[in-house]
Protein backbone atom coordinates (compact mmCIF):
# COMPACT_ATOMS: atom_id res chain seq x y z
CA UNK A 1 0.00 0.00 0.00
CA UNK A 2 1.72 3.20 -1.22
CA UNK A 3 0.78 6.26 1.91
CA UNK A 4 -0.63 9.60 0.05
CA UNK A 5 0.87 13.08 1.72
CA UNK A 6 -2.01 14.69 3.60
CA UNK A 7 -3.24 17.72 1.32
CA UNK A 8 -1.36 20.54 1.29
CA UNK A 9 -3.22 23.06 3.57
CA UNK A 10 -2.60 26.63 2.49
CA UNK A 11 -1.81 30.00 5.06
CA UNK A 12 -5.73 31.17 4.25
CA UNK A 13 -7.21 28.30 5.42
CA UNK A 14 -8.02 27.97 8.73
CA UNK A 15 -9.73 24.67 10.90
CA UNK A 16 -13.34 25.26 10.91
CA UNK A 17 -13.44 25.06 15.10
CA UNK A 18 -11.93 27.62 16.19
CA UNK A 19 -14.37 30.29 15.35
CA UNK A 20 -16.83 28.44 17.59
CA UNK A 21 -14.10 28.50 20.40
CA UNK A 22 -13.18 32.14 20.18
CA UNK A 23 -17.20 33.04 20.15
CA UNK A 24 -17.38 30.63 23.28
CA UNK A 25 -14.78 31.94 24.73
CA UNK A 26 -15.99 35.76 24.18
CA UNK A 27 -19.63 34.47 25.34
CA UNK A 28 -17.77 33.41 28.67
CA UNK A 29 -15.66 36.43 29.11
CA UNK A 30 -19.10 38.57 28.87
CA UNK A 31 -20.85 36.39 30.98
CA UNK A 32 -18.11 36.85 33.55
CA UNK A 33 -18.00 40.69 33.24
CA UNK A 34 -21.76 40.99 33.86
CA UNK A 35 -22.02 38.84 36.90
CA UNK A 36 -18.52 40.96 38.29
CA UNK A 37 -20.52 44.02 37.77
CA UNK A 38 -24.05 42.29 39.34
CA UNK A 39 -22.42 41.46 42.40
CA UNK A 40 -20.98 45.20 42.88
CA UNK A 41 -24.33 46.54 42.28
CA UNK A 42 -25.68 43.56 44.65
CA UNK A 43 -22.97 44.23 47.10
CA UNK A 44 -23.85 47.93 47.26
CA UNK A 45 -27.14 47.75 47.17
CA UNK A 46 -26.54 45.40 50.23
CA UNK A 47 -24.89 48.03 52.05
CA UNK A 48 -27.26 50.24 51.08
CA UNK A 49 -29.76 48.37 52.78
CA UNK A 50 -28.23 47.17 55.73
CA UNK A 51 -26.28 50.52 56.60
CA UNK A 52 -27.65 53.44 54.99
CA UNK A 53 -30.95 53.29 55.40
CA UNK A 54 -30.67 53.41 59.06
CA UNK A 55 -28.67 56.41 58.70
CA UNK A 56 -31.51 58.41 56.76
CA UNK A 57 -34.12 56.48 58.72
CA UNK A 58 -32.57 57.91 61.75
CA UNK A 59 -32.20 61.56 60.82
CA UNK A 60 -36.11 61.34 60.02
CA UNK A 61 -36.80 59.74 63.21
CA UNK A 62 -34.48 61.85 65.28
CA UNK A 63 -36.63 65.06 63.63
CA UNK A 64 -39.61 63.98 63.88
CA UNK A 65 -38.86 63.44 67.56
CA UNK A 66 -37.46 67.16 68.13
CA UNK A 67 -40.39 68.64 66.56
CA UNK A 68 -42.88 66.49 69.15
CA UNK A 69 -41.21 68.71 71.89
CA UNK A 70 -42.68 67.00 74.17
CA UNK A 71 -42.52 67.93 78.31
CA UNK A 72 -39.51 66.08 79.31
CA UNK A 73 -38.50 64.60 76.09
CA UNK A 74 -34.65 63.77 75.42
CA UNK A 75 -32.89 66.25 73.47
CA UNK A 76 -32.44 65.09 69.93
CA UNK A 77 -29.83 66.43 67.45
CA UNK A 78 -31.70 65.48 63.92
CA UNK A 79 -28.72 65.95 62.30
CA UNK A 80 -27.23 63.16 63.28
CA UNK A 81 -29.74 61.12 64.86
CA UNK A 82 -28.16 61.59 68.22
CA UNK A 83 -29.94 61.25 71.84
CA UNK A 84 -28.99 62.91 74.58
CA UNK A 85 -30.72 63.00 77.60
CA UNK A 86 -32.68 66.20 79.06
CA UNK A 87 -30.46 66.81 82.11
CA UNK A 88 -26.86 66.51 81.28
CA UNK A 89 -26.42 64.43 85.12
CA UNK A 90 -29.14 62.19 83.85
CA UNK A 91 -30.91 59.73 84.89
CA UNK A 92 -29.08 60.14 88.65
CA UNK A 93 -31.23 64.03 88.61
CA UNK A 94 -34.28 63.57 86.88
CA UNK A 95 -37.20 64.46 88.69
CA UNK A 96 -39.75 61.23 89.24
CA UNK A 97 -43.51 61.21 88.54
CA UNK A 98 -44.68 61.11 92.69
CA UNK A 99 -46.73 57.70 93.32
CA UNK A 100 -49.45 59.72 94.59
CA UNK A 101 -49.84 61.46 90.67
CA UNK A 102 -49.97 57.68 89.28
CA UNK A 103 -53.17 55.93 88.27
CA UNK A 104 -53.43 52.64 88.25
CA UNK A 105 -56.58 52.52 86.04
CA UNK A 106 -57.35 53.32 82.46
CA UNK A 107 -60.73 55.21 83.78
CA UNK A 108 -59.71 58.97 83.07
CA UNK A 109 -56.83 58.61 81.30
CA UNK A 110 -56.36 61.42 78.06
CA UNK A 111 -56.86 59.31 75.15
CA UNK A 112 -55.95 60.99 71.57
CA UNK A 113 -58.33 61.29 69.07
CA UNK A 114 -57.83 59.89 65.34
CA UNK A 115 -54.82 60.74 63.61
CA UNK A 116 -54.06 61.11 59.79
CA UNK A 117 -51.30 58.80 58.32
CA UNK A 118 -47.87 59.80 59.09
CA UNK A 119 -48.42 61.83 62.10
CA UNK A 120 -45.98 61.50 64.60
CA UNK A 121 -48.62 61.66 68.03
CA UNK A 122 -46.20 59.57 70.47
CA UNK A 123 -42.48 58.15 71.31
CA UNK A 124 -41.97 54.62 72.82
CA UNK A 125 -39.06 54.36 75.63
CA UNK A 126 -38.12 50.86 76.71
CA UNK A 127 -35.69 51.06 79.94
CA UNK A 128 -34.35 47.07 78.20
CA UNK A 129 -32.99 49.16 75.84
CA UNK A 130 -31.00 51.58 77.38
CA UNK A 131 -32.39 54.94 79.45
CA UNK A 132 -31.59 57.00 75.84
CA UNK A 133 -33.84 54.58 73.48
CA UNK A 134 -36.71 56.42 72.66
CA UNK A 135 -38.57 56.34 69.01
CA UNK A 136 -41.30 58.04 67.53
CA UNK A 137 -44.93 56.59 67.01
CA UNK A 138 -46.70 57.55 63.63
CA UNK A 139 -49.91 57.18 62.27
CA UNK A 140 -50.33 53.79 60.04
CA UNK A 141 -48.16 50.88 59.00
CA UNK A 142 -47.58 52.00 54.80
CA UNK A 143 -43.40 50.63 54.54
CA UNK A 144 -42.77 54.40 52.36
CA UNK A 145 -44.92 56.67 54.06
CA UNK A 146 -44.32 55.63 57.50
CA UNK A 147 -42.26 52.51 58.50
CA UNK A 148 -39.02 53.13 56.61
CA UNK A 149 -38.71 56.59 57.25
CA UNK A 150 -40.81 57.27 60.63
CA UNK A 151 -39.94 53.79 62.29
CA UNK A 152 -42.87 52.32 64.19
CA UNK A 153 -46.17 52.48 63.04
CA UNK A 154 -49.40 52.61 64.99
CA UNK A 155 -52.28 49.83 63.43
CA UNK A 156 -55.28 51.49 62.28
CA UNK A 157 -58.48 51.02 64.05
CA UNK A 158 -56.61 49.50 66.76
CA UNK A 159 -56.34 51.72 70.39
CA UNK A 160 -54.75 54.74 71.16
CA UNK A 161 -52.24 55.04 74.23
CA UNK A 162 -54.28 54.44 77.09
CA UNK A 163 -57.63 53.74 75.70
CA UNK A 164 -59.09 50.52 76.97
CA UNK A 165 -58.70 47.97 73.89
CA UNK A 166 -55.29 47.26 72.14
CA UNK A 167 -52.66 49.30 71.37
CA UNK A 168 -51.05 48.22 68.27
CA UNK A 169 -47.87 48.63 67.21
CA UNK A 170 -45.31 47.50 64.09
CA UNK A 171 -41.43 48.20 63.21
CA UNK A 172 -38.58 46.53 61.50
CA UNK A 173 -36.45 44.47 62.70
CA UNK A 174 -33.49 45.25 60.24
CA UNK A 175 -33.29 48.26 58.17
CA UNK A 176 -34.42 51.66 58.21
CA UNK A 177 -33.50 52.53 62.01
CA UNK A 178 -34.64 48.95 63.03
CA UNK A 179 -36.84 50.55 66.53
CA UNK A 180 -37.25 46.54 66.89
CA UNK A 181 -33.81 45.10 66.62
CA UNK A 182 -33.84 43.85 69.79
CA UNK A 183 -37.32 42.55 70.53
CA UNK A 184 -36.18 38.80 71.48
CA UNK A 185 -34.27 40.27 74.58
CA UNK A 186 -37.84 41.76 76.00
CA UNK A 187 -38.84 39.39 78.97
CA UNK A 188 -42.10 39.53 80.92
CA UNK A 189 -42.34 42.05 83.44
CA UNK A 190 -40.13 44.58 81.47
CA UNK A 191 -41.75 48.16 81.24
CA UNK A 192 -43.03 49.54 77.55
CA UNK A 193 -43.36 53.40 78.10
CA UNK A 194 -45.50 55.48 75.61
CA UNK A 195 -45.38 59.45 75.56
CA UNK A 196 -47.88 61.84 73.83
CA UNK A 197 -48.23 65.26 74.89
CA UNK A 198 -51.25 65.40 77.16
CA UNK A 199 -49.39 61.58 79.74
CA UNK A 200 -47.41 58.96 80.12
CA UNK A 201 -48.79 55.54 79.99
CA UNK A 202 -46.45 52.56 81.52
CA UNK A 203 -47.25 48.85 80.56
CA UNK A 204 -45.63 45.29 81.32
CA UNK A 205 -44.84 42.98 79.23
CA UNK A 206 -47.49 40.03 79.46
CA UNK A 207 -46.15 37.46 77.18
CA UNK A 208 -44.05 37.54 73.74
CA UNK A 209 -44.86 34.66 70.64
CA UNK A 210 -44.00 33.89 67.18
CA UNK A 211 -46.95 33.30 64.72
CA UNK A 212 -47.18 33.10 61.20
CA UNK A 213 -47.85 36.66 58.98
CA UNK A 214 -51.39 35.78 58.65
CA UNK A 215 -52.50 35.58 62.29
CA UNK A 216 -54.01 39.13 62.52
CA UNK A 217 -55.61 37.96 65.78
CA UNK A 218 -53.16 39.11 67.65
CA UNK A 219 -54.07 43.34 67.40
CA UNK A 220 -57.49 41.94 68.07
CA UNK A 221 -59.31 44.66 70.79
CA UNK A 222 -58.59 41.68 72.99
CA UNK A 223 -55.43 40.05 71.88
CA UNK A 224 -55.89 36.73 70.53
CA UNK A 225 -59.21 36.85 71.32
CA UNK A 226 -61.11 38.20 68.56
CA UNK A 227 -65.05 39.23 69.16
CA UNK A 228 -64.31 39.36 72.92
CA UNK A 229 -65.08 43.00 74.16
CA UNK A 230 -61.74 44.57 75.78
CA UNK A 231 -61.91 45.29 79.88
CA UNK A 232 -58.45 46.46 79.75
CA UNK A 233 -55.85 48.69 77.91
CA UNK A 234 -53.10 46.75 76.13
CA UNK A 235 -50.11 47.15 73.85
CA UNK A 236 -49.17 44.86 71.34
CA UNK A 237 -45.50 45.08 69.46
CA UNK A 238 -44.85 42.95 66.59
CA UNK A 239 -42.37 42.74 63.99
CA UNK A 240 -40.73 39.88 61.34
CA UNK A 241 -39.13 37.24 62.30
CA UNK A 242 -36.83 36.12 62.08
CA UNK A 243 -34.24 38.58 61.52
CA UNK A 244 -33.71 39.45 57.68
CA UNK A 245 -36.97 37.09 56.91
CA UNK A 246 -40.57 37.61 56.82
CA UNK A 247 -41.07 34.20 57.13
CA UNK A 248 -43.23 34.86 60.41
CA UNK A 249 -43.99 37.63 63.07
CA UNK A 250 -42.44 38.43 66.74
CA UNK A 251 -45.30 39.33 69.16
CA UNK A 252 -44.42 40.94 72.21
CA UNK A 253 -48.12 41.92 74.23
CA UNK A 254 -48.54 44.20 77.19
CA UNK A 255 -51.29 45.49 79.71
CA UNK A 256 -51.42 48.98 81.25
CA UNK A 257 -49.97 49.19 84.74
CA UNK A 258 -50.96 52.84 85.05
CA UNK A 259 -50.83 56.22 83.63
CA UNK A 260 -49.23 59.60 84.81
CA UNK A 261 -50.38 62.99 83.53
CA UNK A 262 -47.41 64.93 81.05
CA UNK A 263 -45.14 67.58 83.37
CA UNK A 264 -44.80 65.47 86.84
CA UNK A 265 -41.55 64.52 85.62
CA UNK A 266 -40.02 60.73 84.19
CA UNK A 267 -41.49 57.63 84.84
CA UNK A 268 -39.01 55.27 87.21
CA UNK A 269 -39.15 52.67 84.89
CA UNK A 270 -37.22 54.81 82.66
CA UNK A 271 -34.76 55.97 84.81
CA UNK A 272 -33.77 53.33 86.48
CA UNK A 273 -33.67 50.52 83.37
CA UNK A 274 -35.09 46.69 83.46
Not at 39 to 58: E, K
Not at 131 to 137: E, N, T
Not at 203 to 223: C, E, G, L, N, Q
Not at 247 to 252: N, P
Amino acid sequence: MTLQSPPNVGPDVRPTVRPARRAIDQALAVAGEILITAGVILGLFVVWQLFYTDVQSGRTQAAALDELAFPEMPRVEASTGTVTTAQPDAPAVVALIPEAVKVYSPSGAPVLGSQREATTFGALHVPRWGYDYVKPVSQGISRSRVLDPLGIGHYPDTAMPGEVGNFAIAGHRTTYGKPFTDIQTLQVGDALVVQTDAAWYVYTVTSTKIVRPTDTAVIAPTPNQPGVTPTVASITLTTCHPRYSAAQRYIVHGELEYWAPAGQGYPSEIVEGA
